[in-house]
């Protein structure tokens, strides 16, 4: 089993920046690939970036390239999303994911966290 814990969401205006963090614990993640997804109010949960258990393979969506940042520090057991240069359409709850088989642009969650809020005013 592993357990997510997200962190790092809140409040921002739009153009500003947010760091979100998932630390991991239970068996370890460092062959997993990792992800992260967001659902907007209404909408459905969208995939946003992954990355491979080496982080030599990152994966984004189109509309946060440029913006956003995934990383991960196998030794802390926690992943990070950067954020950058928020918009109000990136309002949404952040979920963190793993996938034991370690796919990127192929990535199947295997375990969830419970999500973070962001919210970016315009």
């Known amino acids: 089993q592993v357990q997510l814990v997200e962190s790092g969401g809140g409040l921002v205006q739009a153009g500003g920046s947010l760091r979100l963090s998932c630390k991991t614990s239970g068996r370890t993640i460092s062959t997993y690939s990792m992800g992260w997804f967001r659902q907007a109010p209404g909408k459905e949960r969208e995939f946003v970036s992954a990355i491979s258990w080496s982080g030599g393979n990152i994966y984004y969506i189109d509309s946060v390239k440029g913006r956003f940042t995934i990383s991960r520090d196998n030794a802390k057991n926690t992943v990070y999303l950067q954020m950058n240069s928020l918009k109000p359409e990136d309002t949404a709850v952040y979920y963190c994911?793993?996938?034991?088989?370690?796919?990127?642009?192929?990535?199947?969650?295997?375990?969830w966290g419970q999500g973070t809020q962001v919210t970016v005013s315009s």
């Open positions: 994911a793993a996938d034991g088989g370690g796919g990127v642009t192929t990535f199947l969650a295997d375990y």
